[in-house]
Structure formats: C-alpha cells, structure tokens
C-alpha cells in the first residue's frame, strides 16, 4: 500500500489504470466561475447529477403531457408498478433480497416508520441504544418516539461512548452497554456509518448481540448505501433505511430506501397504514380494511412521485453498469491514497478521526485540523474545493469511486496543505 508516491504523474498514472475511470464523464461536475472542474469531495453530502438523469425525467414528463392519467398503465415505464423497477437494483447495493426492500418517502419519514413497527417498548424493556455523535435528525427522531410513548427522551436513551481519547467505538463497549443494559434495551438504532467520523460498525457483530439480548435492531445507512459493500439480509439486522442523494447520487430529497428482514414478511404488528402498502389485486376495490403486501413493500404509504424515482432510475442503472465490487475495489485504493497523502503533509496539526482499518470505513475520511477555524475552509474553497465543514475543527471528505480521481484528491491534499 505504501508503495504509493506523492507526484502528480503518479496520481495521473493510477488514474489511467483506473478501470472505472471512464464513469467520470457521466456526471456533470460543478464548475467554477471561470469554467474550470471544482474537486468535488462531498458526495456523501449529495452526489453529483449523471447526465442521464435529465432524459429520464424528461421521458416521464413526456409521457404524462401525452397519456395524463394513463400513464398510470399506459407510460413506458408505468407509474402504477414503477418503484418495482427499482427495486432490484436497490436490493443489489444493499445486499438484500427483492422482496425485502421499497423505495419510498424520505429517510427520516421511513425511520419512523419502522420505530412504529419494531419499537415496541414494554414496562421492563424500554430503552434505544443509539450511536456516538448520531446525526441530529436520527436523535430526534428517536427522543420523539420516546416521548410519544411516554417516556423520558434522557433516561429512555442510552449512548455509544468512544474509545478514551478517540470517535471510534468498539465492540468491545458496544458488548459492554448490552451486557449491562441489554435487558432494557427495546431497540438498538445506529447509523451503519457515522456520518461524522465515518467509521463503518461491524454490522453482523451488532446484530447477532442485541438480538442475544432480545432488542430489535436496525441502521440508518445514509452514509453506508452506495459507499460499502453491504449484505443486510445475512447481517440479519430487522430494518434499515438509507437516503438516496448522498452517495446514490439521485438528487437533493430524492426519495429514500427502506430494507425489512424477510422474517418479518408477514408482519401482524402495529404499523401506519396507507394506500399504496395494499395488496395490489385489491388495492382498488378501495375497500376500508387494509391487507398489507408482505414483504417491505407493505409498509408504503402513498403513491410515489414518479419524477424523483426517474431520477434514482437514471443513478441505478449506473450502478449496475459499474457493479458494487468493482466499486468498493477502487473506493478502497483511492482512499487508502487519500489517507497517504494527507500523513505525507506530516504537520501536527492534523489529525484523522477516521479508522484507518479499510474495513472499518467506506470512502469519507473526516480530518480534524487542531487549532483551526472556518478561515481554513474557507481557504480551500476558494481554492476550489468542495468539501464539508463540521464545527468545530474537522473538514470531511468523500473521495467517490465513481466520479472523483486520484488526480482530484492529489490536488486538494496540495491545497490543503498549502492552506494550513
Ligand atoms: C443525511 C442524513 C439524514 C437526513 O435525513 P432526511 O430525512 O433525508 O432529511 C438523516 N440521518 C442520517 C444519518 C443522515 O446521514
């Protein structure tokens, strides 16, 4: 890994033996004021637009100025079946089965979805266990289903802590709370990849444990779909949901996925029911009584808007063409050079929060600049870099293998260091 060399012309030639490199050209990249490519490093915010995405969408518009309500049947891509489209190439980034995965609303919409199904607190057995440092709309949610139940949000939630000194949370303390907590704990709720630090959990590991214990457990993979190899129906875990505009690159507020355990296809439990979660030979009887489709798909509320499933259509088919493999190969490579040029600027000021084990991490890499403030950030931006800032000192970055080059993290680890 090491043989890696910190000179432009090495960058430029990993870049030309680059398999993938060719994908590039399928996005469009932000550009400055001069015309020229920005280095993008923040598709795990939201991902870039393929320039596909606009065909499909405008094929969707033509066909509803042509067909209006027809196209329900009559589209070239029906409305009425069409997230079914998407649905395995969805199951294939998450490693999951068909009937285990929906497209529907929007990621935090679907997390409660699932709380209302697979939290369900008794007098004993009561409390979540969520992650270190979880991203704000999870912990909301979280604390208001608490509340909703009746329950205090800060007794009723217990932490992940980092290892003394670090982000980084190890099993090892993740065993620990269960031990000590476990028969309390209704739901285990952790983000697959922290969205802050970008560590990867070991998934399975924390499954197999909170079920030992008897708590339901499932991930919001906002930062794990599209970015590592993920195999949920063998990782067992009962639900999970995941954006589509991060990695997945559908555009902002793109519609959301959602993964429910095959075990629970014929879910009896409580759930919020709507129309679109009927079973299809039925659904237009439009009788009162509601008979869910089994599987995840039962969980669907509504009808779904078409144009932004369009949009995830137009990024899936490129995921498919590049294969997740092939993917988190490159994904591995370039960020295991990203890291090697940033520990090359060899200056105490810097410091990865991220797990340097590859299997730990997907593609982010969070930097934390001691002693620095926004004028940093600012500096590389004018520079021409798009990254992320997170008070108070740390600039995340996504090197994606699907758009970004070595030659793109080559230059920003320059800029970086320049900025310094
Ligand atoms: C991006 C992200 C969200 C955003 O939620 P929306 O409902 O899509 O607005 C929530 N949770 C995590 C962990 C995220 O990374």
């Known amino acids: 890994m090491t043989e890696f060399r910190n000179t432009e012309a090495y960058a430029h030639e990993l870049d030309r033996q680059d398999v993938l490199s060719g994908f590039r050209e399928r996005f469009f990249i932000p550009r400055d004021a001069e015309g020229n490519e920005q280095i993008y490093l923040c598709g795990n915010s939201l991902g870039l637009q393929p ?152 998934l399975a590991e924390m499954t197999r444990l909170a079920h030992a214990t008897g708590a339901m457990i499932g991930f919001d993979l906002a ?46 439990g409580p759930r919020l029911a709507g129309w679109w979660g009927h079973e299809k030979e039925s659904r237009f009887r439009m009788g009162p009584d509601y008979i869910p489709i089994p599987g995840a798909e039962g969980w669907q509320l509504s009808n779904p808007p078409i144009l932004s499933m369009a949009a995830i259509m137009a990024s899936l088919d490129i995921f498919d063409e590049a294969g997740m493999d092939r993917l988190v190969e490159k994904s591995r490579n370039l960020t295991a050079y990203t890291e090697y040029l940033i520990k090359a600027i060899d200056s105490d000021a810097i410091e990865l929060i991220t797990p340097t084990e590859p299997g730990q991490r997907g593609c982010q890499l969070s930097i934390r600049v001691k002693g620095a403030d926004k004028t940093l950030f600012g500096k590389i931006s004018e520079a021409g870099v798009i990254a992320d800032w997170r008070e108070p000192d740390v600039v995340r970055i996504a090197p994606v293998p699907l758009y970004n080059s070595y030659l793109d993290v080559f230059r920003f680890v320059q800029i970086l260091r320049a900025s310094l």
């Open 223 to 268: 930062h794990g779909a599209g970015n590592v190899r993920l195999s949920l129906h063998d990782v067992g875990c009962d639900f999970a949901v995941w954006c589509s505009y991060k990695y997945l690159n559908s555009g902002p507020g793109s519609l959301a996925g959602c993964f429910v355990h095959e075990r629970h296809k014929d879910f009896d």
């Open 51 to 202: 320039k596909t995405t606009k065909e499909y969408i405008d094929n969707e518009l033509e066909d509803w100025k042509n067909l209006g309500v027809e196209g329900h049947v009559h589209a070239r891509h029906p409305w009425m079946p069409y997230h079914e489209f998407l649905t395995e190439k969805m199951a294939r980034i998450v490693g999951a089965l068909p009937s285990e995965v929906v497209v529907m609303n929007s990621l935090t919409v679907n997390l409660h979805l699932m709380m209302v199904s697979f939290y369900r607190p008794t007098k004993e057995r009561y409390k979540i266990l969520i992650e270190y440092s979880p991203f704000p709309s999870d912990i909301y949610a979280v604390k208001s289903q608490l509340e909703y139940h009746g329950y205090d949000a800060e007794s009723a939630l217990i932490h992940l802590k980092p290892e003394e000194g670090t982000d980084i949370v190890s099993l090892e303390s993740y065993r620990r709370i269960l031990e000590e907590e476990g028969e309390r704990i209704a739901l285990v709720m952790i983000g697959g990849v922290n969205y802050y630090t970008g560590q990867l959990y070991p």
